[in-house]
């Protein structure tokens, strides 16, 4: 990842500091008026950024809307004429999981960068309310998390994809990638902030590629070999796919919904606090 250029980083953080030290004339630095102005703050400059950068914006959404056209395109008839179902109901969620998954690693990079340049250091002393900067990331990631799916669903609907189970459905189901993109996100954030140099973020970004090729959106979980089906099935892709095909097509959704709350809350808690003591050690310690 191409490091951010010294004098775009020296005029980032004077307009930043003015902005903080202007909200703490009205408020207390620890109070709970500062925290949602100093996250709201921080989550329009990450959001900014990433909208600036190229490489964030195709990992979000550039290469998850291309996977998805070729992934139809390739495969989508072989997959439709075997199961009898347009085969774009599996791709399109599939893809808009992988769309924030791959966001949040590339916002994790991004992260370590900060880390690495002292940027987060310099926040660190100004009179910032000290839960702002993880929470603003959770707030943009959660943004672009719904961003992406709303536009994967939107080529989704291009190649044949319906909301046949009404407006409801169609809202829960794109809560579903916001979800478990949230647990991914805390987790990334965790992996993040854990080590200086161990490349963790880009080991899961190949698990993440791996995954991508094991789960019930990319082929119906009995095309697998016997073996590894109970591994496809309830690994956390194939249960959020589950869910959201069932939400636009109907069928069972209980199973796939639970399993999928588990994942994603199981995620929030096993790395939350890693993610809360490796920023605030980031945030001390330069590297």
Partial sequence: MT???????????????????ETTEAYPENSRQALLTHS???TQRLLTRW????FTMLQAIGYPALMLIMFNAVLG??????TGINAVYGYAPMIALVGSMFGSIASGMQLKEEWRNGLLSRFWILPVHRASGLISRLLAEAVRILLTTVL????GVMLGFRFNQGPLAAVALILVPLLMGIGFATMVTALSVSATKAPLVELLSLICSLLMFFNS????????PTWLQGFVENQPMSTAIDSMKALALGGP??????KTILWSV??????AWPAIRGYRRAAGTPI
């Fill in 3 to 21: 490091a951010t250029p010294t004098h775009e980083r020296r005029e980032e953080s004077p307009i930043t500091e003015i902005t903080f030290h």
């Fill in 40 to 42: 709201l703050l921080q």
């Fill in 51 to 54: 909208v600036r950068d190229p």
């Fill in 77 to 82: 008839i072989s997959v439709t004429r075997a």
């Fill in 152 to 155: 994967i669903l939107i080529v």
């Fill in 217 to 224: 959106g990319f082929v119906p979980t009995a095309a697998y």
């Fill in 253 to 258: 959704i209980a199973e796939p919904l639970i």
């Fill in 266 to 271: 199981g995620m929030i808690v096993v790395f």
